[in-house]
């Protein structure tokens, strides 16, 4: 059976250690906030510490915490060393039955997905500063004599002393720290100690009724990256991933997970792969052509599922070939474009969906028109519209900074992932050559058949596979949705226009037009 330890540290001495051993962990994640204070967090091995004593007073159910206690009623105490708990209470069992061993993890004070430790914690925390010892996880302030030691990114040991139900005293506050865990031998609780330059851990016993410290840990769940997607087909494409860290214990399930609406979980369609392949690569089989999907990596340890980033891609509608060499075109949000080749140009075959410009620079949603702000639009004003027909852009966001080009190449990258750029008049007038002329262009373009564009679209074939779609265009106002798509092109008009392409539900055409700066309109990228 196990043994029940509350961590502690006496101290009256002076302390030596290596001051460095600790410049090579790194925090875990953001700090936790948790019932109004924050608390920062501190890594080591496979878990995830609270480098801040516990200082709540009601569990994560909302209920109240019995019988907690700051060291003398000092406010001051409670903001540095935290709330003192009983046994009871920071493992939330009734004082009327025997203690016992608690099956590990005991949630007890501790928020949703965090756990008071157990011996063994305490043992892989201690054990993880090598040569340096325990004294090195010890704050470097606060005790009442000086003991040299150094931990301003570390654990922060705190000698938050304890209370004594019995007299109701609090003792041995800046002389001893004394921490609960949830390990019992037989039926008697023990506190474990190091005294003065003694790096070693011994015990005593602990009353379990006496109010003590609580440091709450988390499993770490695994690191894992999506890193692309490709060979993508009319029903198939792959996706690969990479477990970068295995978190608290092994990774028992890696793979991909897919679905058609964003955010994809495994309980979702997904794949299991190989036992540490790493990286790896999933298969998604069975799609439909032409949708849109979210496909993102996942990893499983005893500690839960992680996620890599999400990436989106639209399964191949028909057989036009890919652009060669350049199947597909990767944006910095991880969209991902499937290409196609029209004459001597590479072109994206989806709009444009990025939230941000290829330097990682942020594009705002915009809820008004403006020639000086860059920003981004839903189509007909619903989010959900955005992963079918992109986003509608202002001519600010477009040229992110460049002037005004009639150039073929127009040498434009403004709002394109880096390789690419945005056409000028005369590369749109070259697709229109390759098609046959602006007069049929359109219904080779044009998505065919009404399940996005309005009736009067039935002699759209879609013949060029360019897939064009009606996402209207915004002018302070939503219109035209179903009905109409323009693309911005990189020539000006005058200050306050510039030209653009577009293409009506009843006309198989192509048109050049201009429309005002401040508008926001769908954007097609051409390869470098």
């Known amino acids: ?110 928020p949703d997905g965090w756990h008071v430790p157990s011996q063994s914690e305490w043992e892989a925390l201690e ?15 606060h005790w009442l004599k000086s003991i040299g030691t150094s931990d301003a990114e570390g654990f922060n040991f705190l000698p938050g002393g304890y209370y004594n139900s019995s007299t109701h005293r609090y003792e041995r506050s800046k002389t001893s720290g004394y921490y609960m865990t949830t390990t019992v031998v037989s039926t008697h609780p023990l506190v474990a100690g190091c005294h003065c330059n003694c790096p070693q851990i011994t015990t005593e016993n602990m009353v379990p009724s006496f109010g003590y410290s609580v440091r709450c840990v988390s499993y770490l769940k695994p690191d894992v990256t999506t890193s692309a997607v490709f060979d993508i087909g009319l029903n198939s494409a792959k996706c690969s991933g990479n477990v970068t860290f295995e978190g608290s214990s092994a990774v028992i399930a890696r793979g991909i997970c897919w679905n058609t609406s964003p955010n994809p979980t495994i309980e979702n369609l997904h794949t299991t792969e190989l036992p540490g392949s790493d990286p790896f690569i999933g298969t998604m089989n069975g799609l439909t052509s032409g949708r849109v999907y979210y ?59 990025t939230t941000k410009f290829a330097d990682d620079t942020g594009i705002e949603l915009g809820t008004t028109t403006s020639t000086t702000i860059a920003y981004r639009y839903y189509p007909n004003n619903n989010l959900s519209n955005v992963s079918t027909y992109g986003y509608l852009y202002n001519w600010v966001a477009v040229m992110h900074g460049s002037v005004a080009s009639s150039s073929k190449p127009s040498g434009v990258q403004g709002i394109c992932p880096t390789g690419w750029h945005l056409p000028s008049d005369g590369e749109w007038d070259d697709l229109m050559v390759a098609l046959g002329g602006n007069s049929v262009a359109g219904n080779k373009m044009k998505e065919a058949g009404n399940s996005h564009w309005i009736y009067g679209n039935e002699e759209a074939t879609n013949s060029s596979g360019f897939g064009a779609l009606p996402a209207g265009y915004y002018y302070g106002v939503y219109g035209t949705f179903g009905q109409y798509v323009a693309y911005w092109s990189t020539t000006e008009r005058d200050d306050d226009e510039a030209n653009l392409r577009y293409l009506y539900y009843f006309s198989p055409g192509v048109y050049a037009g201009f429309d005002y700066k401040r508008n926001g309109n769908s954007v097609r990228c051409l390869s470098d």
């Open 295 to 353: 496909v993102r990596a996942y990893a499983t340890n005893e500690g839960g599922t992680s996620y890599g980033e999400t990436f989106t891609f639209t399964t191949q509608s028909n057989a036009i070939p890919t652009c060669p060499g350049i199947p597909t075109v990767t944006d910095i949000d991880h969209n991902v474009y499937n290409t196609l080749q029209i004459g001597n140009q590479c072109w994206m075959k989806e709009n444009l969906r």
């Open 127 to 141: 054990s993880s500063t090598g040569a340096a010892g325990f004294e090195s996880l010890i704050s470097a302030s």
């Open 1 to 110: 059976m196990k043994k029940h330890f509350l961590f502690v540290l006496l101290t009256g001495c002076s302390i030596m250690l290596g001051l460095n051993h600790l410049s090579a962990q790194t925090s875990c994640s953001t700090p936790l906030d948790y019932q109004g204070y924050t608390y920062h967090l501190y890594r080591v091995g496979g878990n995830c510490w609270m480098r801040e004593n516990l200082r709540a007073t009601q569990y994560a159910d909302g209920s109240d915490i019995p019988d907690t206690h700051y060291y003398n009623d000092d406010p001051s105490n409670l903001d540095t060393y935290g709330r003192l708990y009983t046994y009871y209470a920071a493992t939330r069992t009734s004082p009327e039955l025997p203690i016992t061993q608690l099956p590990d993890p005991v949630q007890g004070v501790c």
